[in-house]
């Protein structure tokens, strides 16, 4: 819904889909995540008054409104519905293999509770810094000093 408290309407079924779409692209590119639409921040349930159809188009979002080719770590994409009102509940994996992009090309990151513009560059240079960090910090059992093949 959008507009002021005693005059909300329901919002557009392409600007929901284009929402979705970022939100996941951006959880994917960060630490995973998960999205709720129909219930306000506040935590308010207000549920989607949209037609079967128009829900059918938001929960496709996950595919038409990412990057073309691009397959997004998806766990879940579902409409559930929680006292007498429908809510439309995603949940998507921190992407592994590659980093996601929007249909126009452009790559976003989950920075706190908002979707921020991110080079891939970027990413991929973090998410190589992580992984070092991970493998320089890693135990290995029964190793000793004389193992590091020290020159003398």
């Known amino acids: 819904m959008e507009g002021k408290p005693e005059t909300k309407k329901p919002r557009l079924v392409k600007k929901i889909c284009?929402?979705?779409g970022e939100a996941l692209v951006a959880f994917a590119n960060?630490?995973?995540?998960?999205?709720?639409i129909g219930v306000e921040d506040?935590?308010?349930?207000?549920g989607i008054p949209h037609s079967d159809e128009e829900i059918q188009i938001m929960l496709r979002a996950v595919n038409s409104h990412v990057f073309a080719g691009q397959s997004l770590p998806l766990i879940m994409a579902t409409k559930l519905e929680i006292?007498?009102?429908?809510?439309?509940?995603?949940?998507?994996?921190?992407?592994t293999t590659q980093i996601y992009q929007l249909p126009d090309g452009r790559c976003v990151r989950r920075k706190?509770?908002?979707?921020?513009?991110a080079s891939v560059n970027q990413i991929q240079f973090e998410k190589q810094e992580i992984k070092s960090r991970q493998y320089?910090?890693?135990?290995?059992?029964?190793?000793?000093?004389t193992d590091l093949g020290l020159v003398q």
């Not at 006292?83 to 992407?95: A, C, D, Q, R």
């Open 18 to 20: 284009e929402e979705i």
């Open 30 to 36: 960060a630490d995973g995540g998960e999205l709720l």
């Open 42 to 46: 506040d935590t308010r349930i207000t």
């Open 83 to 95: 006292e007498g009102k429908t809510l439309l509940y995603f949940s998507v994996l921190k992407g």
């Open 112 to 117: 706190d509770n908002k979707s921020v513009p």
């Open 136 to 145: 320089d910090g890693q135990y290995v059992d029964g190793a000793f000093v």
